[in-house]
């Protein structure tokens, strides 16, 4: 089973002639309103990836189509609860070249009670994952409770943030991480980033492909060489199909090259979560 504790966001997405610069007003070109958020987008890739997910976050009063539209992706969010606030939100700029730059409002995700996250943990134990990202409150405590029952925690340090990154780091077992957040962390932890052997990282480099590095050994699979028209997600869903392919006993190399090739073809397709692959297009594409 993948846990999945994470955010949930209204993705408002605005195609843009270019990034607005400061003090620029832009006209977009187009707007869509979609399911995102950092942890909704991975839950929907490991289920389409085939994976059993349950997300275990929260929205608020507004958020009940967010909860249908996870749970028509197959994800359970029996553990998704509604609070007394507002959904988290994002603002999603996408230029013509594919890139973007978003601004998030996190409501509901970062209101989040332990009491909920203990009670979605409850049968969790030996061979289950947990999901973690960086758009929610709790992620320390919930993955020192995850270690605590002998789940492989993953934690995707997105968005960056050196503070969170400190305090989930002693209970990871697989760090996912860009090219920019590993510089950051070791910019963060100076050498000691080496003085973790234990865990897992994976560190991916857009063109240039993915490492697996463990043990001061590194596995590298390279990028499938693709004309990106939206690559906003992508990561999200590399990170879910590899967890999916983990939890199918898939071998690291194997598994990365599943969510290579997931997200080389999300890269290819407008939007988020939406926009991620189901499993039989990833291997047709394998
Ligand atoms: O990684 C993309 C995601 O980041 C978007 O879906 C947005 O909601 C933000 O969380």
């Known amino acids: 089973m993948i846990y999945n504790f994470g955010s949930i966001n209204a993705d408002y997405i605005y195609q843009v002639p270019h990034l607005p610069v400061p003090g620029e007003t832009l006209a977009a070109t187009a707007l869509t309103r979609e399911l995102g958020g950092k942890g909704a987008n991975q839950s929907v890739a490991a289920s389409r990836a085939g994976a059993q997910v349950i997300h275990v976050g929260a929205v608020g009063p507004d958020g009940a189509w967010a909860i249908s539209e996870l749970e028509g992706h197959g994800v359970d969010c029996t553990h998704v609860t509604m609070l007394d606030s507002t959904t988290g939100h994002a603002i999603i700029n996408v230029d013509t070249g594919g890139e973007n730059a978003i601004v998030i409002f996190p ?16 049968v969790a134990g030996q061979g289950d994952f947990l999901l973690l990202q960086n758009e929610t409150n709790l992620q320390a405590k919930a993955a020192k409770l995850a270690r605590s029952k002998d789940m492989t925690v993953v934690y995707s340090a997105a968005p960056f943030s050196p503070d969170s990154v400190r305090a989930v780091l002693p209970y990871v077992d697989i760090l996912v991480m860009n090219s920019v957040e590993f510089s950051q962390l070791t910019e963060v932890l100076g050498d000691t980033i080496s003085d973790l052997p234990a865990m897992v990282q994976i560190v991916t480099k857009g063109s240039a492909g993915v490492d697996w590095i463990e043990n001061e050994t590194t596995r590298h699979v390279p990028a499938r060489k693709v004309k990106p028209v939206d690559t906003t997600g992508a990561g ?18 194997q598994a990365l090259r599943l969510g290579t090739s997931a997200a080389a073809l999300q890269i290819q397709r407008r939007g988020t979560a939406g926009a991620i692959p189901i499993r039989s297009d990833v291997n047709a594409l394998l």
Request: with cysteine; hydrophobic share 40%.
């Open 107 to 122: 409501g509901a995700n970062q209101e989040q009670s332990l009491t909920d996250v203990e009670s979605a943990f409850m």
């Open 236 to 253: 999200d869903c590399f990170a879910g199909y590899v967890v999916a392919g983990l939890a199918e006993g898939m071998s690291p190399e």
